[in-house]
């Protein structure tokens, strides 16, 4: 007897269903992390799922729908080919229904190129499903609700002040920071990853609606940070800043510099109508991880990743 398995590439039809499991899903999770937003609209998921050009792959058991599972496949610079999927992406009864999305999905992911598969999944146990399936947490987004005005004060000699283009070769420094904080040796960086790198510090700096800092002493900079407004993200609260590229130099660092920098930003982002703040760092970035748990940000969502070789 040859078994056929429930899992088919979704139509248009299935669009509802898909919908209605998302929407189950993230009242779940908003039930469990208050900091996760419930919020969703419907009618624009399932339009974009309707018009989307990426399949996405249904368990079907003899009518019975018991699950989804979706993913974008992009180029990166840094990691080449892989397949993303966010906290929407997904949905399963039980873990067998799981295992025969990801099977048909991870053939038809390796066939376009895609050598790993990233997923967001609620910290705590909405990541064990992930794990015990060979998936490694690899970033976190931690937030905050903002409440309250934090008194700051700099050191003598220190100022922040706003960066510009002509600050454009600082700003790589710092990235290359960032990139040592994260594990990354600059040196191994390909001159694609460089010019990606490049182009997207250039777009914050072009930015208007992006705030890119410079902490000074004596005309010098020593730290930075950026922050804007976070586009609209599943789980996220829609008054939500976020707050990213932090770095401080290694002569300023383990100072508060960095604690102050944060406090500033963030009180500029309350009084300018912001409810939320949020931040992500990799997990192996450990003064990053304490430096955000010390600020109030708690983990919401983290992101895991599978190798699709074998």
Same mark, same amino acid.
């Given at each position: 007897?040859?078994?056929?398995?429930?899992?088919?590439?979704?139509?248009?039809?299935?669009?509802?269903?898909?919908?209605?499991?998302?929407?189950?899903?993230?009242?779940?999770?908003?039930?469990?992390?208050?900091?996760?937003?419930?919020?969703?609209?419907?009618?624009?998921?399932?339009? =974009?799922?309707?018009?989307?050009?990426?399949?996405?792959?249904?368990?079907?058991?003899?009518?019975?729908?018991?699950?989804?599972?979706?993913?974008?496949?992009?180029?990166?610079?840094?990691?080449?080919?892989?397949?993303?999927?966010?906290?929407?992406?997904?949905?399963?009864?039980?873990?067998?229904?799981?295992?025969?999305?990801?099977?048909?999905?991870?053939?038809?992911?390796?066939?376009?190129?895609?050598?790993?598969?990233?997923?967001?999944?609620?910290?705590?146990?909405?990541?064990?499903?992930?794990?015990?399936?060979?998936?490694?947490?690899?970033?976190?987004?931690?937030?905050?609700?903002?409440?309250?005005?934090?008194?700051?004060?700099?050191?003598?000699?220190?100022?922040?002040?706003? =960066?510009?283009?002509?600050?454009?070769?600082?700003?790589?420094?710092?990235?290359?920071?960032?990139?040592? =904080?994260?594990?990354?040796?600059?040196?191994?960086?390909?001159?694609?990853?460089?010019?990606?790198?490049?182009?997207?510090?250039?777009?914050?700096?072009?930015?208007?609606?992006?705030?890119?800092?410079?902490?000074?002493?004596?005309?010098?900079?020593?730290?930075?940070?950026?922050?804007?407004?976070?586009?609209?993200?599943?789980?996220?609260?829609?008054?939500?800043?976020?707050?990213?590229?932090?770095?401080?130099?290694?002569?300023?660092?383990?100072?508060?510099?960095?604690?102050?920098?944060?406090?500033?930003?963030?009180?500029?982002?309350?009084?300018?109508?912001?409810?939320? =703040?949020?931040?992500?760092?990799?997990?192996?970035?450990?003064?990053?991880?304490?430096?955000?748990?010390?600020?109030?940000?708690?983990?919401?969502?983290?992101?895991?990743?599978?190798?699709?070789?074998?």
């Amino acid at each position: 007897m040859v078994l056929v398995s429930p899992v088919r590439r979704g139509v248009k039809g299935d669009a509802p269903k898909i919908a209605q499991r998302v929407a189950e899903q993230l009242a779940r999770d908003a039930r469990v992390e208050p900091l996760v937003s419930a919020t969703f609209s419907r009618q624009e998921f399932e339009f =974009a799922l309707v018009h989307s050009t990426q399949p996405v792959w249904v368990d079907d058991s003899n009518g019975r729908f018991r699950g989804h599972l979706y993913g974008a496949t992009f180029d990166d610079p840094l990691h080449g080919r892989q397949t993303w999927t966010g906290p929407d992406g997904y949905s399963y009864e039980v873990p067998d229904v799981l295992d025969n999305l990801c099977e048909h999905a991870y053939r038809a992911w390796r066939e376009e190129g895609s050598s790993a598969h990233l997923v967001w999944a609620l910290a705590g146990n909405g990541t064990q499903a992930w794990i015990e399936r060979g998936y490694r947490i690899v970033s976190v987004r931690g937030s905050q609700k903002l409440n309250a005005v934090v008194e700051i004060s700099w050191p003598p000699r220190h100022r922040v002040r706003p =960066a510009t283009t002509a600050d454009l070769a600082t700003a790589l420094a710092f990235d290359d920071l960032i990139d040592r =904080a994260q594990g990354v040796d600059p040196e191994s960086v390909t001159d694609r990853q460089r010019a990606a790198n490049t182009a997207t510090i250039v777009d914050l700096l072009e930015d208007p609606e992006c705030h890119y800092y410079f902490v000074e002493v004596d005309d010098v900079p020593i730290a930075q940070c950026t922050t804007f407004a976070l586009p609209e993200l599943r789980g996220n609260y829609p008054d939500t800043v976020h707050i990213g590229s932090l770095a401080v130099t290694p002569a300023f660092q383990r100072r508060g510099l960095a604690t102050t920098l944060m406090h500033l930003v963030m009180n500029v982002a309350l009084e300018a109508g912001y409810g939320y =703040a949020e931040v992500r760092w990799h997990i192996d970035n450990e003064p990053a991880t304490s430096l955000w748990s010390a600020l109030g940000f708690h983990p919401t969502y983290v992101q895991l990743r599978r190798s699709l070789a074998d």
